[in-house]
C-alpha cells in the first residue's frame, strides 16, 4: 500500500514538473471591454509587402504605351500585322457581298428561265446588262446557237461542230467568270498562312532584346523581363489574330464559290441539251 502512494506521489510530481513550461507559455485571455474593442488589429508580418497593387498593374497592359515602348523590329512586324488584317477584312466584306449578290441575281435568272418566257426575249433582256456569271453563260451559249444560223439551216453534218462551239463557249465563260469571283482569295489564303509566321518573328525578336537587357543590367528581375516579353507575345497575338479571320473566311469562301460553279456546271449542261434539242429539231 505504502509502495503504490509513493507511486502515486512520483507520477504527480513528474506531471507538474512537465506541464509547467506549457502552462507558462499558454496565452493570456484576450481583453475585453471598450478599450480592447477600440484596438486596431495589426496585419500580420509580412502581409502588407506581399499584397500586389492590381489596379496598377492591370493600368500598365495597354496596347499603345506596349507599342510605343517597343523595339524598330517589333513596331515594324506589328504594323505590317494590322496593314494584314485590315487588309483582309476589306478582302472579306467585299467577298461577302459580292457571293451574296450573285446568289440573289442566280435565283432571279434561274426563275425567269423555266418561267416559260422564250429565249430570244430572253437574250434581249440580259444582252445588254450582263451583270453576273449565270446570264453570261447563257448569252455566250445562245449567241453561238444563233451564229449557226446566220446562213440559213445548218446541214446535219454541221451539227456536231455547232454543238461542240456551245459547249466551248459557256465553258470559257464559265472559266472566266469563275477566275473573277476568286480574285483576291490568294492574298487571304497568304495573310492566314504567314501572320502567324511574321508575329513570331517579332516574338523572337523581342525575347532576344530581353535577353539583351539581362546581360547588360546583370538583373534577372521581373521588372526587366517582363516588358519585352509582353511586347513579343503581344506580336504573336496580333499575327493570330490577323490569321484566324482569314482562314475561316478562306474555306468558307472556296467551299461557297465551289457550290456556285457546281450550279452554273449544271445549269450549262441542261441549256446545251435544250439547244442541242432545239438544233436537231430545226435540222429534221
Known amino acids: ?32 471591454g471598450p478599450p480592447a474593442e477600440s484596438q486596431t488589429l495589426a496585419a500580420p508580418p509580412g502581409a502588407a509587402t506581399s499584397a500586389a497593387p492590381v489596379g ?33 477584312w476589306t478582302i472579306i466584306f467585299s467577298k461577302l457581298f459580292l457571293l451574296s449578290g450573285l446568289k ?17 426575249e430572253l437574250y434581249q433582256q440580259y444582252a ?8 453570261a453563260m447563257f448569252i455566250a451559249g445562245l449567241r453561238e446557237w444563233r ?3 446566220e446562213g440559213g439551216t445548218p446541214r446535219e453534218a454541221a451539227l456536231p461542230g455547232i454543238k461542240e462551239r456551245i459547249e466551248k463557249a459557256m465553258s470559257v465563260t464559265i472559266l472566266r467568270e469563275t477566275d473573277g469571283i476568286e480574285k483576291q482569295l490568294g492574298i487571304l489564303a497568304t495573310i492566314g ?49 490577323a490569321a484566324i479571320p482569314a482562314v475561316i473566311f478562306y474555306n468558307r469562301f472556296v467551299a461557297e464559290i465551289g457550290r456556285y460553279v457546281n450550279q452554273l456546271d449544271a445549269f450549262a449542261d441542261e441549256f446545251s441539251a435544250i439547244l442541242s434539242r432545239q438544233l436537231d429539231e430545226k435540222v429534221h
Open 128 to 135: 445588254a446588262r450582263n451583270d453576273h456569271p449565270l446570264a
Open 1 to 32: 500500500m505504502i509502495r503504490k502512494n509513493i507511486a502515486a506521489v512520483l507520477v504527480a510530481i513528474l506531471a507538474l514538473t512537465f506541464a509547467s513550461p506549457v502552462l507558462a507559455q499558454a496565452p493570456s485571455a484576450a481583453p475585453s
Open 104 to 120: 440573289s441575281k442566280a435565283r432571279r435568272f434561274d426563275k425567269l428561265f423555266w418561267s416559260g418566257q422564250s429565249l430570244d
Open 147 to 149: 451564229r449557226a444560223f
Open 193 to 241: 498562312s504567314v501572320s502567324p509566321f511574321v508575329g513570331l518573328f517579332g516574338t523572337v525578336w523581342g525575347i532576344m532584346g530581353s535577353f539583351a537587357a539581362i546581360a547588360a543590367r546583370h538583373d534577372t528581375t521581373l521588372a526587366v523581363v517582363a516588358p519585352g516579353i509582353s511586347e513579343a507575345l503581344f506580336a504573336t497575338a496580333m499575327g493570330l489574330l
Open 56 to 88: 496598377d498593374a492591370a493600368s500598365h497592359f495597354s496596347i499603345i504605351p506596349m507599342f510605343m515602348r517597343a523595339d524598330l523590329v517589333v513596331k515594324s512586324v506589328m504594323v505590317l500585322l494590322l496593314v494584314a488584317s485590315l487588309w483582309s
